[in-house]
């Protein structure tokens, strides 16, 4: 479970630094608009953070995980 949600992490990071990636080498001096391939992995990381999200939800409802931590009593 733990590399499971590793790997979403590092996946989550690796789209966030090639938005950086495309946002720094595009071509400002064309008319061609860097957007388009910065805007979709920006995307694809909002997408796979809400998965993540998700994911960690339903495992703690069917008991794949469970809360660690300070006890309340």
């Known amino acids: 479970m733990k590399i499971l949600i590793v790997a979403a992490f590092i996946a989550i990071l690796g789209a966030l630094a090639f938005a950086g990636v495309a946002m720094v080498r595009g071509k400002e001096g064309e ?3 860097k957007k388009p391939t910065m805007m979709r992995a920006l995307a694809w990381r909002v997408g796979l953070s809400v998965l ?8 703690y409802k069917l008991g794949w995980i469970a809360p660690t931590g300070v006890p309340t009593r």
């Not at 993540?52 to 495992?59: A, E, G, N, Q």
């Open 52 to 59: 993540l999200f998700l994911f960690i939800l339903i495992s």
């Open 31 to 33: 008319g061609v608009p």
